[in-house]
């Protein structure tokens, strides 16, 4: 006798590719999810936030995080998880709320009040088209596939208030904060844990997180007056480069996307090379400071960015990555009906966390590894000036840097 099936408000929709309902995936893998990443920055780089909601379908499991920096060097880290079904229609988890208003265009997100600080109230207005970064990316190691994702990106206005501890930050469209996002789907690396598997043949040829290296990744998405920037790219130490990106393929030297606002009807497009300018550090530790990246169009002109960074660094193990739990177990693990954990870190330091008692704690993959905001100014064009989202790691060793 087949188990009874449920029925979603989803399954309205006249969306269905399978005769099954939308509680139902088609990949069994326990290490498929699905969710959402929002990040959240201000010109003065007073707060830096990232959020995120996630589905793991076949653990049965929803969990969330923030975790917000500030320029008095703190890092807080909230994380919630809870039994999905039946409750699979409801984005919501612990104090984490999620409410999609109009698909791709407006979106709704907050944290409510917790033991650990932080609460927020805020409302996404999409600024350009998502771009399809990852359109079906499949990566197979010693004839096995182990990963598979789809997803997109975007920049976004924002309106809302944040609060942490006792400080409140107010704001709205055209404050000049602004927001970045991806939507991803896909399994590998979360469900069952982000421990290798301790049965299972050790792939011959370990790639580096992934992306290659030993160089410098940068990871952008932008948002300038009129149009948003997505880039990514690997300078490797031996001076060449390398898209990057989870959907880079075909080789190039740069993974990347250019839109404009919904109302303006420009095309976008790609830029077709990079090179990189002087890259300041901060004190010869692998965080960055300042630098400039040069952006070939395809019309033939190019695009100099001097980037500022402005923000402290956001250190993703706070959010539960590489076993960031208090369990040590990873994302998407069942603990149980409702579970709400968090901590304070200190992060004033360019690449070292230490907790409220001054022990350090090691950060996975390494130290150097984290998000940043950062203001963009057009060197050719300097009325244009925005603000991004920025992951600029070292990766091995870049210039006499090591990560």
Not at 3 to 12: G, P
Not at 369 to 393: C, I, K, Q, S
């Amino acid at each position: 006798m087949a188990s009874r099936r449920t029925l979603t408000e989803l399954d309205e929709w006249p969306r269905h590719q399978t005769i099954d309902t939308f509680d139902v995936v088609a990949n069994p893998s326990p290490e498929w999810s699905d969710g959402y990443w929002f990040c959240i920055g201000d010109p003065k780089g007073e707060v830096n936030l990232i959020t995120a909601i996630r589905l793991y379908h076949n653990t049965n499991v929803i969990d969330a995080y923030v975790m917000v920096s500030t320029d008095e060097g703190r890092q807080y880290n909230v994380r919630a998880s809870r039994r999905l079904r039946p409750r699979i229609d409801d984005i919501e988890v612990g104090p984490f709320w999620q409410k999609i208003v109009r698909g791709l265009r407006t979106i709704q997100f907050g944290c409510r009040a917790n033991p650990y600080g932080v609460e927020f109230d805020i409302e996404w207005e999409s600024a350009a088209p998502p771009y399809d970064e990852a359109s079906g990316v499949r990566h197979v190691v010693d004839g096995r596939l182990v990963a598979e994702r789809s997803n997109y990106v975007q920049v976004g206005d924002l309106s809302g208030w944040l609060r942490i501890g006792d400080r409140e930050w107010r704001f709205d469209r055209g404050d000049g904060w602004a927001g970045a996002r991806d939507h991803s789907w896909g399994m590998g690396g979360t469900g069952v844990g982000e421990k290798p598997n301790p049965y299972g043949a050790p792939p011959l040829e370990p790639r580096l997180m992934g992306w290659g290296g030993p160089g410098m990744r940068h990871w952008a998405l932008v948002k300038l007056p009129t149009r948003s920037v997505y880039y990514a790219f690997l300078r490797n130490s031996d001076g060449s480069f390398s898209a990057s990106g989870t959907g880079a393929k075909g080789g190039g030297t740069i993974h990347s996307r250019v839109d404009y606002s919904y109302e303006d009807g420009k095309e976008g497009w790609a830029y077709t090379d990079v090179s990189v300018g002087e890259h300041q550090w901060a004190d010869g530790w692998p965080r960055l400071k300042q630098g400039t990246v040069q952006l070939n169009r395809p019309d033939g002109g190019i695009d100099r960015f001097r980037i500022d960074v402005v923000s402290k660094p956001i250190y993703m193990q706070g959010g539960g990555y590489w076993g960031g739990w208090d369990d040590g177990l990873g994302r998407g693990v069942f603990r149980g009906e409702d579970l709400v954990e968090g901590e304070v870190w200190d992060v004033a330091h360019p690449v070292k966390v230490f907790n409220v008692d001054g022990n350090e704690i090691a950060q996975r993959p390494g130290g150097s590894y984290a998000e940043v905001f950062a203001r963009y100014t057009n060197l050719d064009d300097p009325d244009e000036v925005g603000l991004g989202m920025l992951e600029a790691v070292i990766i091995g060793e870049y210039e006499g840097i090591k990560a």
